[in-house]
């Protein structure tokens, strides 16, 4: 079953001129796009060469779709999770209360600042690593982009089951309003 069309475009370039503005070459140029989903095991999944011609490559391909999702999900909890550390830590060595309006100012007092150069190295960390997880967002992107049934729905599949294994708690209420304890 394949539900296939594709579409072929011709942009006509007769209009294009070259860098001395004169109008030298008319060319046309054609492109086939995928336009609808497909179900074949026959799949060319982000490059060229990395392409499924059986049924048993598709299948090891579906899995390693999964797995990457998953570890997608993960990343972004992780980066999450150290970017909040380094907040923190820089709020408990002295940094500026008036940036988390929950915390005591007295807190505070007298311990001093933070050094510039901790914040300047946390910002640069979690840069890098946001660079990264948009990168592996990218990619998963261009993969749902192949119109492939399987691929689309082994990506879905894979960002549900990592968000609900990975997914933070930010509703459930925290152990202080549970027992009432503000130690």
């Given amino acids: 079953l394949n539900f296939t069309t594709e579409k072929l475009y011709r942009f006509k370039m007769d209009d294009m001129n070259d860098d001395m503005g004169n109008n030298s070459m008319p060319m046309t140029m054609e492109m ?9 095991h026959e799949v060319t999944l982000l490059f060229d060469g990395l ?3 059986s049924q048993g490559e598709y299948a090891a391909a579906l899995i390693v779709i999964f797995c990457i999702c998953v570890f997608f999900q993960y990343s972004r909890q992780f980066v999450s999770r150290i970017a909040k550390n380094i907040y923190t830590r820089g709020l408990e060595a002295g940094g500026n ?3 988390d309006q929950n915390l005591k100012a007295e807190k ?6 933070i050094p ?11 840069g890098i690593l946001y660079m ?3 990168m ?3 990619g998963i992107m261009l993969l749902t982009m192949t119109f492939n049934v399987g691929v689309f729905l082994t990506v879905c599949a894979g960002l549900a089951v990592g968000y609900a294994i ?3 708690d930010f509703g459930s209420p925290t152990e202080k309003e549970v027992t009432g304890c503000h130690a």
Avoid: C, H, W
């Avoid at 086939?32 to 074949?40: E, I, L």
């Avoid at 505070?108 to 600042?113: A, K, L, P, V």
């Fill in 32 to 40: 086939t796009m995928q336009m609808t989903f497909k179900t074949s």
């Fill in 51 to 53: 392409e499924t011609t």
């Fill in 97 to 99: 209360p008036k940036l």
């Fill in 108 to 113: 505070y007092t007298g311990r001093g600042r």
């Fill in 116 to 126: 510039n150069s901790y914040l300047l190295f946390g910002k640069i960390v979690t």
């Fill in 132 to 134: 990264g997880i948009f």
């Fill in 136 to 138: 592996l967002a990218y």
């Fill in 166 to 168: 990975f997914q933070d």
